[in-house]
C-alpha cells in the first residue's frame, strides 16, 4: 500500500466511525493537490460524499477536520469542501523514500501501435520526428502501465510515387548508386522522385511511363520488380540509419506491397450482405451513417469509394484488410495508429465501415493524431527539397549540442564529446515535441529547445547529473545513506520533493489514460525545477549534522530515480555528467 492509499484508508475509515455510514463505493473518492503547498500537502475532496451521508461537502469537511485524529497527520485543516492534509514529516518521508515502488499498473491488455509509416520515395522528414517521438514514448509509457506492447510499422513500398523514383534513377541516373555518390540511400533515392517532379513538367509523357511501370510491377514483371527491390533497399538502409539515431524501435514491420489487396474479397463480401452498395461500373462504396456523420451539401448520405469502377481498391480498402489482419496477428484490446491530425476523417470512416461489417473490436481502434511542427524561417531547409528531412534536423540540433558541451567543457576528448552532445541533442529535440499537447502545433525553436534553462529536456538532463554528481561525492567521502534519520527532513522545498517523487506513478498513468506524454513531460521539468529550488536554498554536503546530510542525500537519489525513469519514458537518456 503506497502513502497515497494509506491516507485514503485512514480518512475513509473516520468517515465510517464519525458518521456511522458505510462506504462500499469508493469511487471518486480520491486526493488532490492543494492549490498553495503552504495549505497541505495533500487534498481530500467531499463532493462525492454529500449524497451518502446528506451533509453538504462544506459541512463534511468541517466535522472531518475536527474530528480526525492519527498519526500520520500533522495537521487537518477545512478550506470550503476540501481537506487540506499536512502529513507527519518523518513517517511522510519514511513511507516515500522506504516503500516507493517506481512501477506502474497491472493492465492484463494487448496494445498494439503503429507509428511513422513512411514512403520509399524520400527521407523521413521533420513530421516523422514528431509522430516517432510520440509513438515510442506512448509505447512506453503504455509498457510501464503493465500492458503487452507491439510496436509495428507499415512501409508504404509501392504505388505510383514509388515507380516515380524508379523511372527518374532508370533514365536520367547514368547507373550512379548511394555508394558512388557517397550519399545517403534515402537522401539518394528522394532526389530523383524530385528530379521526376521536375522533369514530368517538361516531358508530361513521363506520367504515363510511370503508370505502365507500376502496371508492370503489379503484373510481376522481373526487370521492374528487380529495380524496385534494389531501390526499396537502398531506402531501409538509409531509414535504419535515421531510426538508429532517433532510437525508433519497433518489433514487426509490415509493408504495403505485402498487404494492399488486403480487404477487396472482403468488400465484395459485404457488397453481398448488403452493408456496401454497387455504384458505376465495378465500384463498391459505403453510405457513413447520418447520426454520425450527417449529409453532404446536396443532403445526400455520405459515401465512401472502397472499389473504383475500374475494379481497383483504394487506401482505405487496404486499411481495413490490414486492420482485420492485425486483429488476426494480435487479438489487441487497443490498436493505436499514430498518423497526422489530416487523415482524422479516414480513420473516422475507417471504424465506421469496420463497425458495420460487424468488428466488435471496432471500437478499440484509436487515431492518435498530431500537430504540425514549425521552425523558423530560414532555418534547417532540406538538402532534397523544401521539406525539413529528418537527418537534416538531426546534425543542426547535434552540432548545437556540439557547441554547447564544449562551451562548458574545452577539456573534453572528442568522443566524450559528442556521446553528451548526442544525448543531449535528442533529449531537446523529444523534450521540446513531447511537452505540448499532441494536437497543438509546434513552432520548434531549436536555440530555446538546447537551454540548460527553462522548460527543456537539457534542463531536466542537467538535473539530474547535478544529483549524479553530488551522490558521487558522498561516494568518495564514503557517507552511507541507506539507512537514516527522517525526522530530519521536513522543510516546505523537501516536502514538495517527496510530493513529486509520489506522484509520478500517477503521472505516467494519466499519461497511459489520456494518450499524453504532455503530462508526463510537465511532471519531470516540475521535478527538475523544484530540486533546483532546493539545492539553491539547502546545502546537501558539508553542512554540520551527518543526519541531516544522510537524510538529504537519501530525499535527492530517489529524486534522481524519478528523472531518470521519468525520462527514459519520454525517450530521453539522462548524463552522470554535464
Same mark, same amino acid.
Given at each position: ?269 459485404? +457488397?453481398?450482405? /448488403?452493408?456496401? $452498395?454497387?455504384? *458505376? %461500373?465495378?465500384? @463498391? ?5 447520418? =447520426? &454520425? ?81 514549425? +521552425?523558423?524561417? /530560414?532555418?534547417? $531547409?532540406?538538402? *532534397? %527539397?523544401?521539406? @525539413? ?5 538531426? =546534425? &543542426? ?182
Amino acid at each position: 500500500m503506497n502513502i497515497r492509499e494509506k491516507i485514503l484508508k485512514v480518512i475513509v475509515s473516520h468517515i465510517e466511525s464519525i458518521f456511522a455510514e458505510k462506504i462500499e463505493d469508493l469511487n471518486g473518492i480520491k486526493l488532490t493537490l492543494p492549490p498553495n503547498p503552504e495549505m497541505g500537502d495533500f487534498a481530500f475532496e467531499c463532493f462525492p460524499l454529500a449524497k451518502v451521508l446528506k451533509q453538504s461537502p462544506q459541512q463534511i469537511a468541517d466535522k472531518l477536520a475536527s474530528e480526525i485524529e492519527d498519526d500520520l497527520f500533522a495537521e487537518v485543516t477545512a478550506v470550503g469542501p476540501y481537506l487540506n492534509l499536512k502529513l507527519n514529516s518523518e513517517i511522510y518521508a519514511q513511507e516515500v523514500l522506504e516503500n516507493i515502488n517506481f512501477s506502474g499498473g497491472k493492465k492484463q491488455e494487448k496494445v498494439v501501435i503503429e507509428y511513422l509509416s513512411p514512403n520509399t520515395n524520400k527521407p523521413l522528414h521533420l513530421g516523422h520526428v514528431r509522430n516517432g517521438c510520440l509513438g515510442m514514448s506512448i509505447s512506453k509509457i503504455q509498457k510501464y502501465e503493465g500492458r503487452d506492447v507491439s510496436k509495428i510499422i507499415l512501409i508504404n513500398d509501392r504505388g505510383i510515387h514509388i515507380c516515380k523514383s524508379m523511372l527518374a534513377w532508370q533514365k536520367f541516373g547514368g547507373g550512379e548508386t548511394p555508394e558512388s555518390t557517397g550519399m545517403k540511400g534515402d537522401h539518394f533515392v528522394g532526389k530523383y522522385y524530385i528530379l521526376f517532379a521536375i522533369e514530368s513538367e517538361k516531358d508530361p509523357s513521363l506520367n504515363d511511363e510511370a503508370q505502365a511501370m507500376l502496371k508492370k510491377w503489379e503484373a510481376g514483371d522481373k526487370e521492374v520488380v528487380e529495380l524496385w527491390e534494389k531501390m526499396n533497399q537502398w531506402v531501409y538502409d538509409g531509414f535504419t540509419q535515421t531510426y538508429e539515431n532517433f532510437v525508433f524501435e519497433f518489433d514487426k514491420y509490415y509493408y504495403e506491397s505485402e498487404t494492399y489487396k488486403l480487404g477487396k474479397d472482403i468488400i465484395l463480401q459485404g +457488397l453481398e450482405s /448488403g452493408v456496401f $452498395k454497387k455504384g *458505376e %461500373g465495378e465500384s @463498391v462504396y459505403f453510405e457513413l451513417p447520418e =447520426e &454520425e456523420f450527417g449529409l453532404d451539401e446536396n443532403k445526400e448520405k455520405k459515401k465512401v469509394i472502397l472499389i473504383r469502377k475500374d475494379g481497383t481498391t483504394v487506401y482505405i480498402t487496404q486499411d481495413i484488410g490490414t486492420a482485420i489482419s492485425r486483429f488476426k496477428d494480435y487479438k489487441f484490446d487497443k490498436m493505436i495508429y499514430v498518423v497526422g491530425s489530416e487523415q482524422r476523417y479516414h480513420f473516422q470512416c475507417l471504424v465506421a465501415i469496420l463497425k458495420a461489417l460487424v468488428y466488435e473490436w471496432a471500437e478499440n481502434i484509436f487515431h492518435f493524431s498530431y500537430g504540425m511542427v514549425y +521552425l523558423p524561417e /530560414g532555418k534547417m $531547409k532540406s538538402r *532534397e %527539397g523544401k521539406v @525539413v528531412d529528418a537527418d537534416n534536423f538531426y =546534425e &543542426e540540433m547535434f552540432n548545437l549540442a556540439r557547441e554547447a558541451v564544449l562551451e562548458k567543457h574545452s577539456e573534453l576528448d572528442k568522443e566524450e564529446v559528442e556521446k553528451r552532445a548526442r544525448m543531449i541533442a535528442l533529449g531537446a529535440m523529444k523534450f521540446y515535441i513531447l511537452r505540448v499537447g499532441a494536437e497543438q502545433d509546434i513552432n520548434f525553436d531549436p536555440n530555446e529547445s538546447i537551454s540548460f534553462t527553462g522548460f527543456t529536456g537539457p534542463y531536466c538532463q542537467y538535473a539530474y547529473a547535478r544529483i549524479a554528481g553530488i551522490l558521487r561525492k558522498a561516494e568518495a567521502e564514503n557517507i552511507k545513506y541507506e539507512t537514516c534519520d527522517y525526522s530530519f527532513l521536513g522543510n516546505p522545498e523537501e516536502r514538495l520533493l517527496l510530493q513529486k517523487i509520489v506522484l509520478l506513478n500517477d503521472k505516467v498513468a494519466d499519461s497511459a489514460e489520456s494518450l499524453s506524454p504532455s503530462t508526463l513531460a510537465v511532471h519531470i521539468y516540475e521535478t527538475a525545477k523544484t530540486f533546483n529550488q532546493f539545492y539553491h536554498k539547502h546545502q546537501i554536503i558539508g553542512i554540520e549534522s551527518e543526519s541531516l546530510i544522510k537524510a538529504r542525500l537519501k530525499l535527492i537519489s530517489q529524486v534522481a530515480v524519478v528523472l531518470k525513469e521519468g525520462l527514459d519514458l519520454l525517450g530521453i537518456e539522462v548524463l552522470d555528467n554535464m
